[in-house]
């Protein structure tokens, strides 16, 4: 059996692919260039469409759930499963934030921590879609979707998944979140924050 060390190495450099390059790549574009400058499926959506906005999407969550499936292959019947396990998780969303491969400037993570929740605690992440679409639709801001859908998951998971790996590891990655958005909480406040409405 490989060491956990080793499964959370492999997860970070999963994580670690950027999906919005390798996208956007064939169209001539870097979505780092253009928009909003971010590795994430929002910024592609705006500069492609919501088809390929909506490929980035899936492709940022699968990095976090394919080496969180790998791990409970792997660990499922190890005392600390829970956490080698949720781990994995927070070791591919680490390497989204921090990619190897793009000097460690990457995206805000936001997808790939929605890849985490859903296999660590699947009715937290219906909750969270459900919410992210209310607050989108009547704000037109997904930061404010993306923010506030990242504070409340810890608590969701804290009632309908009692697991103390699973709620500490979601709690650090909502922090970590929230410090991503931080260019964007400045313009929600200057109040010159771009709205999906008037990017779509």
């Known amino acids: 059996m490989p060491s956990p060390y080793f499964i959370f190495l492999v997860a970070y450099l999963v994580g670690s692919i950027p999906t919005a390059l390798l996208v956007a790549?064939?169209?001539?574009?870097?979505?780092?260039q253009h928009g909003s400058r971010n590795l994430g499926a929002t910024n592609v959506a705006r500069l492609l469409?919501?088809?390929?906005?909506?490929?980035?999407?899936?492709?940022?969550?699968?990095?976090?759930?394919?080496?969180?499936?790998?791990a409970k292959h792997l660990f499922s019947s190890e005392p600390q499963a829970a956490w080698l396990v949720a781990g994995a998780g927070f070791f591919a969303f680490l390497g989204h934030l921090f990619p190897l491969y793009?000097?460690?400037?990457?995206?805000?993570?936001?997808?790939?921590?929605?890849?985490v929740f859903l296999v660590l605690c699947p009715l937290a992440i219906v909750i969270d879609i459900l919410v992210f679409i209310l607050v989108v639709r009547f704000t037109g801001y997904v930061s404010v979707g993306s923010l506030l859908v990242?504070?409340?998951?810890?608590?969701?998971?804290?009632?309908?998944?009692?697991?103390?790996?699973?709620?500490?590891?979601?709690?650090?990655?909502?922090?970590?979140?929230?410090?991503?958005?931080?260019?964007?909480?400045?313009?929600?406040?200057?109040?010159?924050?771009?709205?999906?409405?008037?990017?779509?």
């Open 25 to 32: 790549r064939p169209f001539g574009l870097d979505p780092r």
């Open 49 to 70: 469409g919501k088809k390929w906005g909506l490929v980035t999407l899936l492709g940022d969550m699968g990095k976090g759930i394919i080496p969180m499936l790998l």
């Open 102 to 115: 793009l000097g460690f400037r990457g995206g805000k993570g936001v997808a790939t921590a929605a890849g």
């Open 150 to 200: 990242a504070a409340l998951t810890p608590l969701l998971v804290r009632i309908f998944c009692p697991e103390p790996a699973y709620f500490w590891v979601c709690l650090a990655m909502a922090i970590l979140i929230w410090i991503r958005h931080q260019a964007n909480i400045r313009r929600l406040l200057r109040g010159e924050e771009k709205t999906w409405k008037k990017n779509a």
